[in-house]
């Protein structure tokens, strides 16, 4: 079915995802600065059915014409199809705009609203709009009213399911064509990301009528299959799976040289490609290696050519090779890899100690269990106890000292609160005393404020160069 509103035509739910995504199953995930044109041409020759751009930041993309350029217009490709654009936004006019120039580029328009990260709390968008539930039917409305591409959504689930369900119903009543669910909460992200909740993914599912994409817990294509099975998606979303193993969706673990090398050779036909992306995807492939080999990983990072990325990873490859020459495997290496190092396979963060490992745990207990602060440094400050940052910082100044209760006290001013001049006469701060002085006639020795002759004699006593535009 066609929905027409104000001379705007486009695919619907179902018939979209069936016509238009040629009922795409696996799917690559938007991916900042990672799921670029080489990336996704890749994981499509791997399986991939479907990819999505990087996150693209909707008031940059109006305003700057080279930011458009460079991140979509450039990337044109026949064999990247079909494809959907993401963007963030949190303003209805501004989203619409910045689709309204997307939409000859692509299939379908994405609103992020799962971006928990600190960047998207700092710029009011992605997951921390979630509890607005007016601006977000009015963005939804209003793209579905104006493009001629469905609009699409990629979103977290709250704690409640019951919450969860509301807030999807709401997004697909505005207009949204197909739903992305990300069964983690806003909270449950790097060291705190546990399991995500497929039981919420399955409560959405049943609960709305346009196509669902399940994301979370995917690793291996079992992990694909076995999800669509539980929860009744249309689709599987991979993100970090994918960054590990872009023939996840083939069902294949290759060695890692494989998917290195064929990457490479994309990128090299498809130019430009900023070489900071590059650098990413082969610390990622090379992850598990790398702990290894420390000294390629310090080259990875320095090199500031193509050809010298590739020349590292080449460097890798011999290594492995010469490993497997030697009969050397894992467990010799005592890394607790299922696989050999060198073969594409996930990068598994610490579990909760009762996860369950089918993905249908609840994401509140995964918080109890995951969402644990690092504890508190000890009194005596040793070096291992310290955080990386601090280290660095105890490097430069041996001297340095990070016990709160040992740092210095200052005396407030007695207006403002702002420390007070250590000799003030008047146990004020600079701005204080200076209105003090001059209203009472009086002065002050240590902020050289001489009520008689004024500040600017002084000054200029102490810095024959002072000038009132200087203040």
């Known amino acids: 079915m066609n929905t027409q509103c104000m001379g705007v ?12 995504l040629k009922e795409a199953r696996f799917v690559v995930a938007p991916m900042v600065d990672q799921s670029e044109l080489a990336w996704r041409l890749l994981s499509r020759r791997h399986g991939a059915q479907l990819c999505y751009t990087p996150m693209f930041h909707a008031q940059v993309f109006v305003r700057d014409s080279n ?8 990337e044109v490709c026949e064999e990247d199809r079909p494809l959907i654009t993401q963007f963030c936004a949190n303003d209805p006019e501004v989203f619409v705009q910045a689709a309204l120039l997307a939409q000859d580029y692509c299939d379908a328009i994405d609103l992020n609203l799962g971006c928990p990260q600190m960047i998207a709390k700092r710029g009011h968008y ?13 963005m939804v409305r209003l793209a579905n009213e104006k493009l001629s591409v469905p609009i699409t959504c990629k979103i977290r689930v709250f704690k409640d399911i019951e919450k969860t369900v509301h807030y999807a119903q709401m997004l697909e009543k505005a207009g949204c064509q197909l739903l992305t ?12 990301t546990g399991i995500a909740s497929w039981e919420h993914i399955k409560a959405v599912r049943k609960a709305v009528g346009i196509p ?8 291996h ?19 970090e799976g994918n960054l590990h193993n872009p023939a996840l969706f083939e069902g294949r673990s290759p060695p890692v040289w494989e998917m290195a090398e064929e990457y490479l050779e994309v990128v090299k036909q498809h130019p430009p490609c900023t070489l900071s992306f590059v650098r990413a995807h082969l610390f990622k492939l090379w992850h598990h290696t790398l702990q290894i080999h420390q000294d390629l990983r310090e080259d990875l990072a320095k090199v500031k050519t193509l050809e010298g990325l590739a020349d590292v990873s080449k460097q890798l490859r011999l290594r492995c090779q010469e490993e497997i020459a030697r009969g050397k495997g894992v467990e010799e290496k005592g890394s607790g ?21 089918n993905g249908n745990g609840q994401a509140s207990e995964v918080k109890k269990t995951v969402c644990q602060k690092r504890a508190l440094e000890d009194s005596d400050r040793t070096a291992d106890t310290l955080s990386k940052n601090k280290q660095k910082k105890r490097s430069r100044n041996p001297n340095k000292n990070f016990c709160p209760e040992q740092k210095p006290k200052y005396i407030k001013c007695d207006q403002c609160g702002n420390p007070k001049g250590n000799k003030c006469v008047f146990n004020l701060c600079r701005g204080c005393c200076k209105k003090k002085a001059y209203k009472e006639v009086a002065d002050c020795p240590r902020h050289f404020i001489n009520s008689g002759q004024g500040l600017k004699n002084t000054s200029q006593k102490r810095n024959p160069t002072f000038s009132w535009r200087s203040l």
């Open 181 to 192: 669910v990300h069964g983690r909460t806003k909270d449950q992200k790097g060291a705190m």
């Open 9 to 20: 035509t486009h695919l619907q739910g179902f018939e979209f995802w069936r016509q238009t």
């Open 67 to 74: 930011y458009r350029r460079e991140n979509l217009y450039n």
């Open 337 to 357: 890899l299922p696989l050999p190092h060198w073969i594409c396979q996930p990068y598994v963060r610490p579990a909760p100690k009762d996860a369950v490992a």
């Open 126 to 138: 992605g997951v921390f709009l979630q509890d607005e539930w007016e601006l977000l039917e009015k």
């Open 221 to 239: 294509l079992s992990d694909v299959e076995r999800c669509i099975q539980e929860t009744g998606v249309q689709g599987v979303m991979s993100a």
């Open 212 to 219: 669902v994409f399940a994301n979370g817990n995917i690793q």
